[in-house]
């Protein structure tokens, strides 16, 4: 039921949709529908949730633990884009339906986004910490009374860019994964690969360089 309700969701529009199309692409009597559900609001919320969630999981479990930091981003980015491309009805759901159609809605898939950018942070700050070269430079040598890198006191992610800034890099990234995929989502000749590479050589190439010390500046 959940899957006829995610594609005639995604074809019709929240509000164009009624139980009546839903009940009859699901093959079921429209009580049956209400039996489960008490309304389409509540039916549309459940929707939400197992896209979000199916996503979710899609991105954590592409993931490779321990590997290469770049390989690691790569993966998970690679899981986003092919998980968007084999469900193009939930994404619709979350993208183009969910967060035009205001609260409870929106919340639903901030919530989402709220993950990813937590795990992708994490990722980052996993990187800097491989590096162990602060973003100004390389590491002094620590004394034994200074405080860790790590240490959530001294308002820095391992490896020296602070934590706001590892932060803001996770939604930036997070951002532009949601914005190519609106764009990339059936787009001829375009797999999920190509979006992986496109967004890895825009993003990559500034993240390897604040590990290895080199910030851009207006004034260069």
């Not at 998970?76 to 998980?83: K, V």
Request: charged residues 25%; hydrophobic residues 45%.
């Amino acid at each position: 039921m959940l899957d006829a309700a995610v594609r005639t969701f995604a074809e019709r529009g929240y509000r164009a949709a009624s139980m009546d199309d839903i009940a009859e692409a699901a093959g079921v009597s429209k009580p049956l529908v209400y039996l489960y559900l008490n309304s389409k609001e509540d039916l549309f919320t459940a929707c939400i949730r197992r896209e979000s969630d199916a996503l979710e999981a899609a991105v954590r479990a592409a993931v490779e633990p321990g590997a290469a930091p770049e390989r690691q981003l790569w993966k998970g980015l690679h899981g986003f884009f092919s998980h968007v491309a084999d469900h193009p009805y939930g994404w619709a759901v979350l993208h183009r339906q969910a967060r035009t159609h205001g609260e409870p809605f929106a919340a639903e898939v901030q919530l989402l986004r709220d993950k990813l950018v937590d795990l992708v942070t994490g990722l980052i700050a996993d990187a800097f910490s491989r590096a162990a070269v602060p973003a100004a430079g390389p590491a002094p040598d620590p004394g034994p009374d200074s405080a860790s890198a790590a240490d959530p006191a001294s308002g820095s992610a391992p490896g020296g860019l602070p934590e706001e800034e590892v932060a803001a890099l996770a939604h930036a990234l997070v951002g532009a994964a949601e914005s190519l995929a609106i764009r990339e989502n059936g787009r001829p000749g375009r797999s999920a690969e190509d979006a992986t590479s496109t967004l890895m050589n825009f993003a990559w190439a500034g993240l390897d360089g604040l590990m290895n010390g080199r910030r851009w500046s207006p004034d260069r």
